[in-house]
């Protein structure tokens, strides 16, 4: 808006944009509070696993914990999360490999977001990345990703022995 003056009298001038202003809270941006997690899952006896498919019971819950603030007051932010399978990166199922120092045979690890089991993909934060998949809404303050860990058996014939995994995860916010 602005004004002018012609022969002393004073006229306001009006400008009007045609559209709208959407204006939208500050969310919050999270960083992640642990960038390593062990999760023990135990010694099982091979007698638990009775057909492919069978799986020990699960760990007890882990979490990957966020600290997030920053947003305005109520503000939340979409977490997502894609869990990448280190030993074969190209892996999309929901079984984990085993390390290639594992001596055992058979088995796989599957992790769990409660009762869902969760598929492996590529180390991406880009919406939309393969089996990403939604953690739920983050405001400011702690946020923590619950998550649970069993063996999977995964061939008729199981090799006793250590049975590690290695999966990273990559946040996305949208």
């Not at 649970?148 to 916010?173: D, E, L």
Request: aromatic residues 6%; contains cysteine; proline residues 7%.
């Amino acid at each position: 808006m602005g004004w002018y003056a012609e022969n002393g009298a004073s006229e306001v001038l009006s400008v009007i944009w045609p559209g709208g202003i959407t204006i939208a809270p500050q969310v919050p941006t999270c960083s992640v509070t642990s960038r390593s997690i062990s999760v023990p899952l135990g010694n099982v006896p091979v007698s638990r696993f009775t057909t492919v498919g069978s799986t020990s019971p699960s760990t007890e819950p882990f979490n990957i914990t966020l600290q997030c603030s920053g947003g305005a007051a109520g503000a939340v932010t979409n977490v997502y999360t894609t869990l990448t399978d280190q030993t074969n990166p190209a892996n999309i199922s929901d079984t984990l490999t085993l390390t290639p120092t594992s001596t055992a045979a058979g088995v796989g690890i599957q992790v769990l977001n409660g009762t869902t089991v969760i598929s492996y993909g590529p180390d991406s934060n880009v919406a939309g990345n393969i089996n990403q998949w939604h953690a739920g809404m983050a405001g400011n303050g702690t946020f923590n990703i619950p998550l649970t860990a069993r063996y999977i058996k995964t061939s008729q014939t199981i090799v006793p022995g250590s049975a590690n995994g290695r999966a990273t995860f990559t946040m996305s916010y949208q």
